[in-house]
């Protein structure tokens, strides 16, 4: 899932000339094609996200932290034994 979702509302992207390719034929929301592990971690993405903005650091300083933040989340959930008895 692209890092720039996290910063679009669903209408934005839904109407986004950029990602009609990659909208799903039957109108579901793209939360609803992601998997268990990338719904964790955009979650926790939110989160810090709106501890960055508390900070006042820009968007671009977010989207930096918040891309390696979801690369070390994503290999981390990824490589857990845990994760995947839940699957």
């Known amino acids: 899932m692209p890092i ?5 509302t669903g209408h934005v ?3 986004s000339t950029a990602m009609a390719h990659r909208k799903p034929k039957t109108g579901r929301k793209y ?4 998997t268990l592990e990338q719904l ?8 810090i996200n709106a501890v960055l903005i508390h ?7 977010r ?9 070390t989340q994503m290999k981390s959930l990824a490589q857990n034994a845990q994760v995947k008895k839940l699957k």
């Open 4 to 8: 720039r979702l996290i910063f679009q």
């Open 63 to 71: 989207l930096l932290q918040l891309n390696a933040i979801a690369i």
């Open 40 to 47: 964790v971690v955009l979650s926790y993405l939110e989160s």
């Open 13 to 15: 992207w839904q109407n």
């Open 55 to 61: 900070q006042r650091l820009t968007k671009v300083q």
């Open 31 to 34: 939360k609803r094609r992601s």
